[in-house]
T-cell receptor, first 110, second 116 residues
Framework: TQLLEQSPQFLSIQEGENLTVYCNSS?????LQWYRQEPGEGPVLLVT?????EVKKLKRLTFQFGDARKDSSLHITAAQPGDTGLYLC??????????FGAGTTVTVRA | NAGVTQTPKFQVLKTGQSMTLQCAQD?????MSWYRQDPGMGLRLIHY???????DQGEVPNGYNVSRSTTEDFPLRLLSAAPSQTSVYFC???????????????FGQGTRLTVV
């Protein structure tokens, strides 16, 4: 099992502030995905990154894949209450298994 | 668009009982998987299937069986329920596993299972 560690576990910020969530592993992943999950729902894909050093932007969200493809970060600029949720990173490899991190619970206070 | 449909949404079992969690997708996806989600532990892979007739074990397969007789359906069977299997179970499907990259996983809404 390839372990993905996310930090921090919990994050509570005021509306308008910025935040960064980290996803780290000692293993190399061929691809990394970020999902967001709301209470009572299944996770929903935000982005997939596949190239070391890749940066993708989705409106106020910026995703980065580390050069060595062992780590990733999610940065949210000017967070809004609608960004509240559980953010999960998931790594893919050659064995047809998707490994998830434990998640970061983000709360944005109005 | 139905997507991935899981039934039931809630279930309470007594220790030792068996049951089947149903999962169906209408997107003609090749890859399907089952996860359990426990507080502070993220999603852990139970079993997965890369196509009809092909299944394999994930990270935590003990106590669970699966089969994939059709592309659409991927039921998860609990053989003899134990309190340690109290969890939220998610079924997911993806179009394919291309090289070493899984295309987007679509998740059902989950089944909240309590074993007493």
């Amino acid at each position: 099992t390839q372990l993905l560690e996310q930090s921090p576990q919990f994050l509570s910020i005021q509306e308008g502030e910025n935040l960064t969530v980290y996803c780290n592993s000692s293993s190399v992943f061929s691809s990394l995905q970020w999902y967001r999950q709301e209470p009572g729902e299944g996770p929903v894909l935000l982005v997939t990154v596949v190239t070391g050093g890749e940066v993708k932007k989705l409106k106020r969200l910026t995703f980065q894949f580390g050069d060595a493809r062992k780590d990733s970060s999610l940065h949210i600029t000017a967070a809004q209450p609608g960004d509240t949720g559980l953010y999960l990173c998931a790594g893919g490899s050659n064995d047809y298994k998707l490994s998830f991190g434990a998640g970061t619970t983000v709360t944005v206070r109005a | 668009n139905a997507g991935v449909t899981q039934t039931p949404k809630f279930q309470v079992l007594k220790t030792g009982q068996s049951m089947t969690l149903q999962c169906a997708q209408d997107m003609n996806h090749e890859y399907m998987s089952w996860y359990r989600q426990d507080p502070g532990m993220g999603l852990r892979l139970i079993h997965y299937s890369v196509g009809a007739g092909i299944t394999d074990q994930g990270e935590v397969p003990n106590g669970y069986n699966v089969s994939r007789s059709t592309t659409e359906d991927f039921p998860l069977r609990l053989l003899s329920a134990a309190p340690s299997q109290t969890s939220v179970y998610f079924c997911a499907s993806s179009r394919s596993w291309t090289g070493a990259q899984l295309t987007e996983a679509f998740f059902g809404q989950g089944t909240r299972l309590t074993v007493v």
